[in-house]
C-alpha cells in the first residue's frame, strides 16, 4: 500500500512553538506530498518533494525526506493559531494519493 | 490562484435516489479525481479519470457510482440510488498533467447526506 502513516496522531503546542510531524510508507515512491486539512474543508496542498530530493523549504515549512528509511518530516516553524488542522502525508508513485489518518494539530494562542 | 469549486456545499437526499455532485476543475488541469470522507474517517480515494475514461477506482466505487466529464468544464459523480453508508463529504481534485510530479488541487467538498 502507498498509504503513508503520520505521527503523532495529535499534537498539542503553544503559538510560537515548532511542530514536527512525521511520516513513514512502505512502498518505493516518486514523491510525497503534505496535505493540510482545516475541520470541514477540503485538502490544501502544502508541499511536494520528489523522490530525489532530500529536503525542501516553503516559508514556515521544512520538509525533509529519506527514501532509504521510507520516512518524512514536516516541520512547522514559529507555529500560529491558523495553523491549526490536520495534516496528511501522501507517499505518491502514480498520481493516485491514499490518505491516512493525519496529525491533528493544535496550536494554542 | 485558480480553484477547484464545487457544487452543492451541502446536499440531502432520500435513501434510493439520485444525486450529480458537480465538480469545475482547474480550467488547464488534465487529471480529475473523486475522493469521500466519511465523518471522522480518513479521506478515500474513489476514482480518477483522464482522457474522458476512468483510468483507476478503488473498491469503493461500484456499479452506483459513475463519472463524467459532459463539457469542457465539468467533471461530475453520480450515485444512482443512494443508500444511508454514502453519506459523506465528497471531494474532487485536479491535477496538471503536463508535467510530472505535480500536487492535486482539491475543492471544499459537498456534503452530502442520506435520509
Known amino acids: 500500500s502507498q498509504q503513508g502513516e503520520e505521527d503523532p496522531q495529535a499534537l498539542s503546542i503553544q503559538e510560537g512553538e515548532n511542530a514536527t510531524m512525521n511520516c513513514s510508507y512502505k512502498t518505493s515512491i516518486n514523491n510525497l506530498q503534505w496535505y493540510r486539512q482545516n475541520s470541514g474543508r477540503g485538502l490544501v496542498h502544502l508541499i511536494l518533494i520528489r523522490s530525489n530530493e532530500r529536503e525542501k523549504h516553503s516559508g514556515r515549512l521544512r520538509v525533509t525526506l529519506d527514501t532509504s528509511k521510507k520516512s518524512s518530516s514536516l516541520l512547522i516553524t514559529a507555529s500560529r493559531a491558523a495553523d491549526t488542522a490536520s495534516y496528511f502525508c501522501?507517499?505518491?508513485?502514480?498520481?493516485?494519493?491514499?490518505f491516512g489518518k493525519g496529525t491533528m494539530l493544535l496550536v494554542s494562542p | 490562484e485558480p480553484e477547484v469549486t464545487q457544487t452543492p456545499s451541502h446536499q440531502v437526499t432520500q435513501m434510493g435516489q439520485e444525486v450529480i455532485l458537480r465538480c469545475v476543475p482547474i480550467s488547464n488541469h488534465l487529471y480529475f479525481y473523486w475522493y469521500r470522507q466519511i465523518l471522522g474517517q480518513k479521506v478515500e480515494f474513489l476514482v480518477s479519470f483522464y482522457n474522458n475514461e476512468i483510468s483507476e477506482k478503488s473498491e469503493i466505487f461500484d456499479d452506483q457510482f459513475s463519472v463524467e466529464r459532459p463539457d469542457g468544464s465539468n467533471f461530475t459523480l453520480k450515485i444512482r440510488s443512494t443508500k444511508l453508508e454514502d453519506s459523506a463529504m465528497y471531494f474532487c481534485?485536479?491535477?496538471?498533467?503536463?508535467?510530472?510530479?505535480?500536487?492535486?488541487?482539491f475543492g471544499d467538498g459537498t456534503r452530502l447526506s442520506i435520509l
Open positions: 481534485a485536479s491535477r496538471d498533467g503536463q508535467l510530472s510530479n505535480q500536487p492535486q488541487h
Open positions: 501522501a507517499p505518491a508513485r502514480y498520481s493516485t494519493l491514499t
